[in-house]
């Protein structure tokens, strides 16, 4: 039974994930996700990625625990891997994170409901983060049961909000309610429909340049790993590429004459 759902909003692909009863997120559920984000970065005709819960008052709960204390089991036996299995192992979570942030196309989490540890580390790879103000736990408890956030909440929360709340917020497994989350600067906004937002906003990325977008994420997303020299250097020759696409030549002749470009 699938885990997830793909539903065409326009040119806006909502990713519902459930995976009843407890919307856990678990090594199946990982490559079901990273094989509808590859699929939606290939389709030409999305141009935003939305991830949402479909249960009701879930996002991505955690990653599921028994699965974790499985490979915990394993790794303390050294059990060498299964030499009948020649293939290589299935995209994991992550190869999801990862494939999130490299996507080329702005992905939106909204998070609709409970967002801990696996979750919280999905959300975190994503470009822009809505929340709901009926959120009430959204955050990192790893620490809790004797473990460490290991899907990407050592590095990408201290790049969100600074080292000194991630590492108060890391050490000592706390969650937060979304309104508590954005006043952090965790997510970018809390709302009553966290969805119905990001399928506005989703409407709006739409109907920009998608080779703008791509250039902006991907230089925006390396700024602070690299020197700025290199970034500065990165930008000049991107902008030179961009300026030769057809969707910013025709953006740029109809911003001609004098205009609020604000409200373009």
Same mark, same amino acid.
């Given at each position: 039974?699938?885990?997830?759902?793909?539903?065409?909003?326009?040119?806006?692909?909502?990713?519902?994930?459930?995976?009843?009863?407890?919307?856990?997120?678990?090594?199946?559920?990982?490559?079901?996700?990273?094989?509808?984000? *590859? %699929? $939606?970065?290939?389709?030409?005709?999305? &141009?935003?990625? !939305?991830?949402? #819960? +479909?249960?009701?008052?879930?996002?991505?709960?955690?990653?599921?625990?028994?699965?974790?204390?499985?490979?915990?089991?394993?790794?303390?036996?050294?059990?060498?891997?299964?030499?009948?299995?020649?293939?290589?192992?299935?995209?994991?979570?992550?190869?999801?994170?990862?494939?999130?942030?490299?996507?080329?196309?702005?992905?939106?989490?909204?998070?609709?409901?409970?967002?801990?540890?696996?979750?919280?580390?999905?959300?975190?790879?994503?470009?822009?983060?809505?929340?709901?103000?009926? *959120? %009430? $736990?959204?955050?990192?408890?790893?620490? &809790?049961?004797? !473990?460490?956030? #290991? +899907?990407?909440?050592?590095?990408?929360?201290?790049?969100?909000?600074?080292?000194?709340?991630?590492?108060?917020?890391?050490?000592?497994?706390?969650?937060?309610?979304?309104?508590?989350?954005?006043?952090?600067?965790?997510?970018?906004?809390?709302?009553?429909?966290?969805?119905?937002?990001?399928?506005?906003?989703?409407?709006?990325?739409?109907?920009?340049?998608?080779?703008?977008?791509?250039?902006?994420?991907?230089?925006?997303?390396?700024?602070?790993?690299?020197?700025?020299?290199?970034?500065?250097?990165?930008?000049?020759?991107?902008?030179?590429?961009?300026?030769?696409?057809?969707?910013?030549?025709?953006?740029?002749?109809?911003?001609?004459?004098?205009?609020?470009?604000?409200?373009?």
């Amino acid at each position: 039974m699938p885990l997830l759902e793909t539903v065409d909003r326009g040119a806006v692909r909502v990713i519902t994930y459930a995976n009843p009863p407890f919307g856990t997120m678990t090594a199946a559920g990982s490559t079901e996700m990273f094989n509808a984000i *590859v %699929t $939606a970065g290939e389709d030409q005709s999305v &141009r935003v990625v !939305i991830i949402t #819960g +479909g249960l009701p008052d879930i996002f991505i709960r955690h990653y599921d625990v028994g699965e974790l204390s499985d490979r915990a089991d394993t790794i303390q036996s050294g059990a060498p891997r299964d030499p009948s299995q020649s293939s290589p192992p299935p995209p994991g979570f992550h190869a999801l994170t990862d494939m999130i942030a490299a996507i080329e196309k702005p992905v939106i989490a909204a998070i609709n409901g409970l967002c801990m540890g696996g979750g919280f580390e999905l959300s975190l790879a994503c470009d822009l983060r809505i929340v709901g103000h009926a *959120v %009430t $736990a959204i955050g990192l408890p790893e620490t &809790r049961i004797g !473990i460490f956030p #290991g +899907g990407g909440g050592t590095q990408r929360l201290p790049r969100i909000i600074g080292e000194a709340r991630a590492l108060e917020m890391i050490l000592r497994g706390l969650t937060v309610t979304g309104p508590r989350a954005h006043e952090m600067g965790i997510v970018h906004e809390v709302v009553a429909d966290p969805l119905a937002r990001a399928l506005e906003i989703g409407a709006e990325l739409s109907g920009r340049g998608a080779e703008g977008l791509a250039f902006a994420k991907r230089l925006t997303r390396a700024a602070l790993d690299r020197p700025l020299t290199d970034g500065l250097a990165d930008e000049r020759k991107s902008f030179g590429a961009v300026m030769r696409t057809a969707s910013a030549r025709e953006a740029l002749r109809a911003a001609r004459p004098p205009v609020e470009i604000q409200k373009v």
